[in-house]
C-alpha cells in the first residue's frame, strides 16, 4: 500500500530532537549537516510527523541524520540503519524483475496480459486482451485501484487480509477509467496483476523471485519480503510506527497492512533502498537496453515528477541534477527515494501527513537539497 494520498498525523507539536549523523567516511564534499538537520525538524513540526531518518550516500560515503522520535513512549530517536516498510518502493523491485524477464526472453512489454493471465482480467474494469504489460508497468492500463475501495478506517480493517485474486476482481468490477494507452492514472491492481504475471512465467512467488534476483544478488541484509500471514513485526531495528484514526493516534508497527501483495509488501532500510537505486540505474541490475526502456517517460500531472517510467518516477532537482526513484505511503510509514548513478537519498518517516498538514509537508524539497549537497551532476546512467 501503495500510494496513497497522505492520510493523519498529530494534531499537537511535535517535540523534535537534536539530529545526529553516522558516517562510514568523510563525505566528498561539504555536507550541510547542521542546515539539513534544522531543516528536517522543522519538515516534522510542519507535517505532524513523530520522526524521521534521511539517509544519503555518494559512493562508499553514507551521512544518516535522525529527526524527531522513533519512539513516542520512549522519547527516542530513529535507531541507525532502521528498517521500515517501504510501500510502493517495492513497485520499483517488482518492475525489475519483470524487465530481468524481458532481458531473458521470458515476457514482452508490448504483448496482451491475457497471453500470461488467461481469463483473469476481464470486465468492465479491464480487457487483458487489449492491455499489455508496459500498460501494467507505467499505470496506464485504465484498470482501477481496487485500495480505495476497500474502507480501511480502523485497524481491524487493516488486520483482515484478503486473497490478491479477490482484490483483483475487487477493481476489475468498477468501470474501467480510460481506454487502454489513453493516459496515466496510479493504480496498485497494475502491480498485482505483475506479481502474478511473473509466478506464472517462473512458477515461483513474487517474494521469492524479489529475493533470488534482486535482495541477495546486491546484499542488501536489511531487505526482505515478510512472510504474510505468519510475520506481523517487523525484524530488526526498526522505529515505532504510528497512525491516527479520527482523532486517536495508534500504535500500529506490528500490524502488516499491507498482506504481503507486490504492490507495497517490503521492509528496507535508508541503506538498502539507496544500494538498490543505484545499481539499478547504473544497469548493474537490469540491462542497458531493458533499462532504457524503463525510462521511457509518459508526462504526467503530478507534484515535483517530471514523466513516470516502468516502475520509476523521474524528476529534476533545483540544481538541474535528473535523477530516478519512487516514494511510498503505507498506514504508519512514509518513503521517499531519489537517486542517480553514484548518489541517492531515502527519507523515510514513522507517520503519514494527514491531509490538513500535507500542503505543509515537502519532503521533496529536503531530499533535493540532500542530493545536491552532495556536488552529484551526473545523469542517471549513460544516455
Known sequence: MRFTAALSVATSTVLVMSAFVVSCAPPPVQFPRVELESDLNQLLRDGNVPGAQLVATDGDHEI????????????????DAARVRIASNTKAFVAAVVMQLVSEGRAALDVAVEHY??????????????????????????????????????????????????????????????????????????????????????????ADEVTRRVIRPLGLTDTY??????????????????????????DITDIDPNWGLPDGAMVSSGRDLNRFFTALLSDRLVPAAEFAEMTKTIAVHLPGISGVGLGLFRRTTSCGLEVWGHNG????????VAATATSAVT???????????????????????????????ATPSRR
Not at 497512525?243 to 493516534?249: L, Q, T, V
Not at 505511503?329 to 521517499?336: M, N, P, R, T, W
Not at 527519507?347 to 537539497?369: C, G, H, Y
Open 64 to 79: 544518516q541524520l535522525d529527526g524527531g522520535f522513533g519512539d513516542l513512549a520512549a522519547e527516542t530517536p530513529f535507531p
Open 347 to 377: 527519507i523515510s518517516f514513522n507517520q503519514m501527513p494527514r491531509l490538513s498538514d500535507a500542503a505543509r509537508f515537502e519532503p521533496t524539497v529536503l531530499v533535493d537539497k540532500a542530493l545536491c549537497a552532495l556536488g552529484n551532476q
Open 117 to 206: 493471465l488467461p481469463g483473469m482480467v476481464t470486465g468492465p474494469g479491464g480487457d487483458g486482451n487489449r492491455i499489455t504489460l508496459r500498460q501494467l508497468l507505467s499505470h496506464t492500463s485504465g484498470i482501477p485501484d481496487y485500495l480505495p475501495l476497500l474502507g480501511l478506517s480502523s485497524e481491524a480493517d487493516l488486520q483482515r487480509s484478503r486473497p490478491v485474486h479477490e482484490l483483483i476482481d475487487i477493481a476489475l468490477a468498477q468501470p474501467a477509467l480510460f481506454e487502454p494507452g489513453a493516459e496515466f492514472r496510479y493504480s496498485n491492481t497494475n502491480y498485482l496483476l505483475l506479481g502474478q504475471v511473473v509466478e506464472r512465467i517462473t512458477g515461483a512467488s513474487i
Open 225 to 250: 519480503w515478510p512472510d504474510y500471514p505468519t510475520e506481523q513485526t517487523i525484524r530488526g531495528p526498526h522505529p515505532r510506527a504510528y497512525h491516527y484514526f479520527g482523532d486517536g493516534r495508534v
Open 329 to 336: 505511503a503505507i498506514y504508519g510509514f512514509s518513503v521517499l
